[in-house]
């Protein structure tokens, strides 16, 4: 293996002090990174080092760790401190000394490595040979390359590495049929018309969701690009979306200006524009003609219309309550109740205000700032009369299901799929469904679910979080680990986006790579309970019995000293815990106690970690006790 840092030289030009500097933190970073993998390093040459392994595969896999750990270690760095690696490697005799090595195979590992991508790994086909269907990531052929003095160009190989264009956690090309509505610009006098302009954008984007044959970005993604500075050719290709409507609004009194136009993102194209110059009482036509320009200029069906105007008060007091809701927290989500209220008074039958207050009340209930009987009571009832009022409302059906969800997977499904015939490009929809879908034991159809969900919103951590958690049940370890090290490259801060690299690596037997896995939540995690919980499972994973089990002992103790019953956030995974390890004593008490308080859905039990139990009869009486608790029947 040869390795280099990109620009180094260029860098001792400019700054000789700070190059040196880097360089010391650079050889700090990967020398135990070698020894973890069993490599020897031979010796540095410049910027660089030469070193040899065992065998093929671990010289890749460190070769892998070599570049996360780097793209890692630059997330906290500023620009000017960030160090890009290349990585060689290739397979041959050598020739050795105590202090060197010398012969062909470490002369075409030098050339090779140049040939690497910044950040990135190339090694020749001799490695891929050797580990092909035994190394998680995907390696691409970069076909026959010419090195000097080298007669015969050997083919070479690349790691595709997860976070790159194509390694995402779910690869997906351009798609010229979809499409992300871009936040629309508040061109307002008013800077408090901002949520008018959100507003509309979310309108546009219920609108355009309309069009049959066109998928729509889902709103939480879209919104990141707000005043964003990225090219709209970026856009498209982070959104793997064909086509991106812009605009701008401005609100003065009763008048609204909206101007939008269609961009062809690839090319960087204009498709279409046009200018809407009127009153609120026409901003429902203005979105629906919208709708309708964009589906003739794809040449698509034209959108379902459906529902019935609202009066300009109305609408303002939604765009606003929508814009609270979505913030999420207990004082956001009582501002929202209050603004639906208050559209209610104005329009009792306003099908939106009522799903949306009816969301309102279950958020509270589930989060334990309302009584749960009183306050999911309140949300179906509510929910019920928004479909009573307008069946064609995708919201009213899903506010519908957040409510089953409770203690009807059933009925649940039934609500979640009208929704999304109404309206198939909504993400939340889809994940709710592939949770549901988890639940009834449709594990295969969840994860396809949960792809979709992905695919319509894929910035948010906790869609992402959802993805690798249904790649996990359905035991589909290579794109589990991409997906968690996609949610890493996203929130480098999460302790549960590192616990569960911890639940991989241990699960595959990778004791050192878990244990610096913990240490990272152990820095991020200030919860001494939450993290001997976690603690305790990885502990499981590796076989440590006597060591889960005293880490099990402890959390339940401390779990037992709090004011409050500890939810499943903060002690579920001892139940993991004790699966592993076989204590069946412990094991069934806890989780028929978690049961009863609902704090285990009607999937959880599907857990593979749980299998070693799977045989015991109180685990099917298990099953059976929490399927019955959510509806289903078999």
């Not at 080092?49 to 070599?66: K, M, T």
């Not at 993604?221 to 090219?231: I, W």
């Not at 004593?585 to 749980?610: C, N, Q, T, W």
Request: hydrophobic share 40%.
């Amino acid at each position: 293996m040869f390795t280099d840092i990109v620009g180094f030289t260029a860098l001792g030009q400019r700054d000789e002090a700070l190059s040196l500097e880097l360089l010391g933190e650079q050889r700090a970073m990967l020398r135990p990174i070698f020894e973890r993998h069993g490599g020897r390093e031979v010796k540095t040459m410049g910027d660089g080092f030469l070193v040899e392994f065992p065998n093929a595969l671990e010289a890749v896999r460190c070769a892998y760790e070599i570049q996360r750990t780097s793209r890692e270690a630059n997330f906290s760095r500023p620009s000017e401190r960030q160090v890009l690696l290349r990585v060689g490697v290739h397979l041959g005799d050598v020739v050795g000394t105590p202090d060197d090595i010398s012969g062909d195979a470490v002369n075409v590992a030098s050339r090779i490595e140049p040939l690497a991508e910044a950040g990135g790994v190339c090694i020749s086909r001799q490695v891929y040979d050797q580990v092909q269907n035994k190394f998680e990531l995907p390696m691409t052929s970069l076909g026959p390359k010419p090195l000097k003095n080298v007669s015969t160009p050997p083919e070479l190989f690349k790691v595709v590495m997860p976070w790159t264009e194509r390694g995402g956690a779910v690869p997906y090309a351009v798609d010229q049929n979809r499409i992300a509505i871009l936040p629309l610009a508040n061109f307002s006098p008013a800077a408090s018309d901002e949520y008018f302009a959100d507003g509309m954008t979310d309108e546009i984007i219920s609108a355009v969701s309309g069009i049959g044959g066109l998928s729509v970005i889902s709103r939480t993604s879209a919104m990141r690009y707000k005043q964003s500075s990225k090219s709209l050719p970026e856009i498209g290709r982070e959104l793997k979306a064909g086509k991106l409507l812009e605009g701008s609004v401005r609100k003065s009194g009763n008048r609204v200006r909206i101007t939008v136009q269609l961009i062809d993102a690839e090319r960087d194209s204009h498709l279409w524009s046009q200018s809407y110059d009127g009153s609120l009482d026409d901003v429902f036509e203005t979105q629906s003609d919208i709708a309708r320009k964009i589906a003739e200029a794809l040449k698509l069906p034209s959108p379902r219309v459906g529902g019935r105007a609202e009066s300009p008060e109305v609408h303002a007091l939604c765009l606003r309550a929508l814009a609270l809701w979505a913030k999420i927290g207990r004082e956001a989500t009582e501002q929202a109740k209050v603004l639906y209220e208050d559209a209610m008074k104005l329009d009792p039958e306003s099908a939106r205000a009522t799903a949306g207050l009816a969301d309102c009340y279950r958020d509270l209930a589930a989060a334990g700032y309302l009584d749960p009987d009183e306050g999911y009571g309140r949300a179906e009832s509510l929910a019920r009369r928004a479909i009573e009022l307008d069946g064609t409302l995708p919201e009213a059906h899903v506010a519908m299901a957040n409510v089953m969800m409770r203690d009807n997977y059933p009925g649940a499904e039934v609500e979640l799929k009208k929704a999304l015939a109404l309206n198939p490009s909504h993400a939340d929809a889809h994940e709710r469904y592939g949770y549901v879908l988890r639940g009834l034991g449709r594990l295969d159809e969840a994860l396809d679910e949960a792809k979709r969900a992905y695919e319509l919103d894929p910035l948010p951590s906790s869609r992402t979080w959802f993805l690798l958690i249904s790649y996990y049940f359905a035991d589909r370890y290579d794109e589990c680990l991409a997906a968690t090290t996609r949610l890493i490259e996203m929130e480098p801060a999460l302790s549960w986006a590192y616990f569960a690299r911890a639940v991989l690596n241990a699960t595959k037997g990778r004791r050192e790579d878990a244990y610096r896995d913990l240490r990272t939540i152990r820095r991020l995690e200030p919860d001494e309970m939450r993290y001997k919980s976690v603690q305790a499972r990885i502990e499981a994973h590796l076989g440590n019995k006597e060591e889960a089990s005293r880490l099990i002992d402890e959390t339940l103790a401390l779990a037992a000293a709090r004011d409050s019953p500890a939810t499943l956030g903060e002690i579920g995974q001892v139940s993991y815990a004790m699966a592993l390890i076989g204590d069946r004593e412990r094991f069934f008490p806890f989780v028929e106690d978690m049961i009863e308080r609902k704090v285990a859905g009607a999937g959880e039990l599907r857990d593979p970690s749980y299998r070693n139990m799977a045989a015991d009869p109180r685990f099917a009486d298990l099953l059976h006790k929490v399927r019955k608790s959510y509806g289903i029947s078999n």
